[in-house]
């Protein structure tokens, strides 16, 4: 994916809505409390990797925001997570993403773990990463 429309400039910094790049996602911040099982139509698994080239002279000011490590384990493995972690290679970052919901429905009583999985999610969506000059 190449364009502008993830770029702003702010001055000497430049910002990267890097967060964008897996698009909208689903939030449930909401405070009420669940009283039906979440109901998926299928398990899901998204495996990505962004790459990013670092303009000559600039440094990613932020990189910490990137990486996320949310999940729900129980005694058979890991039931859905998000996690994020990055790299700078040769002045290009590169961004891992797992994301994966293993079981289609989930019982109420782990509905807050199911959510905060899809909250982070969410929640990279927003990641804004600032570049700036050296």
């Known amino acids: 994916m190449e364009g502008s429309a993830l770029i702003e400039n702010a001055g000497n910094k430049i910002l990267l809505k890097l967060g964008e790049v897996i698009s909208k ?3 449930m911040y909401q405070e009420k409390n669940r009283l039906m099982e979440v109901e998926d139509q299928y398990n899901r698994e998204f495996l990505r990797t962004i790459k990013v080239k670092i303009p000559e002279g600039y440094t990613i000011k932020n990189p910490e925001d ?9 005694s058979d493995g890991v039931i ?14 590169l961004v891992d993403i797992n994301e994966f919901y293993k079981e289609i429905t989930c019982p109420v009583n782990q509905f807050d773990q199911y959510r905060k999985v899809v909250n982070a999610a969410a929640d990279f969506n927003k990641v804004t ?3 700036e000059k050296n």
């Open 25 to 27: 996602q689903v939030e």
């Open 129 to 131: 990463l600032v570049l």
């Open 66 to 74: 990137i990486a996320k490590n949310i999940q729900f384990k129980r």
């Open 80 to 93: 859905y997570q998000f996690v994020s972690s990055y790299r700078i290679e040769n002045n290009t970052l």
